[in-house]
């Protein structure tokens, strides 16, 4: 047995693919936009936050019902443009997966949701952790590359990986696979 580095390469994740959600059993869930969380890394505040405002006001404008979750000791610091506002669901919740002692899934059952979409920081954390939790929970998730990064390319490709070929695998990306989770992109998300 020598002492040498183990050295993988990992594999290429599959390419985003388009999905069309229905707006009416759609939520999209944010996590961890806030200060003082998303303001100390580059690629949260450079990159995710304006993608999410974008989709975040597309699903607005579809009425898709948004959530949002926080491991920040307060809900009053979300950035101004990804910022809830009255009638959005808000847990807090010290677990990376948001559903775990939280009223995160009686709050989305309640409304009829089937569909999850997850942003936030980070995608190898609170973003794969909680699309586990939600796919035990048998919602179909769908994560936009763009919205959910890391502080490394390691640990991004570690995320994605984990997504999609957790116990429901869904490794060859199939769009909208019931119980599983998908890897998408903002332009690629239409709803109905």
Partial sequence: ??????????????????????????????????DPICTRQPNC??????????????????????????????????LPEVSPQAGD????????????????DKLLKAKGIKTLILTGWKVSGSVTYTSVGATLRGYTVVVPVDTSLDATDYEIAIGLYQILHQHSANAANEPLKTGASTLSRTDLITFK
């Fill in 1 to 34: 047995m020598t002492n040498a580095p183990l050295t993988l390469q990992m594999p290429a994740p599959p390419a985003p693919v388009p999905v069309m959600p229905d707006p009416a059993t759609t939520a999209l869930l944010i996590f961890d936009i806030v």
């Fill in 89 to 104: 669901i808000k847990i807090e919740s010290q677990a990376q997966d948001r559903f775990y002692n939280t009223e995160l």
């Fill in 45 to 78: 505040t450079g990159k995710m936050a304006p993608a999410i405002a974008a989709l975040l006001a597309r699903a607005r404008k579809a009425g898709v019902t948004v959530a949002y979750g926080t491991r920040a000791p307060t809900m009053s610091k979300w």
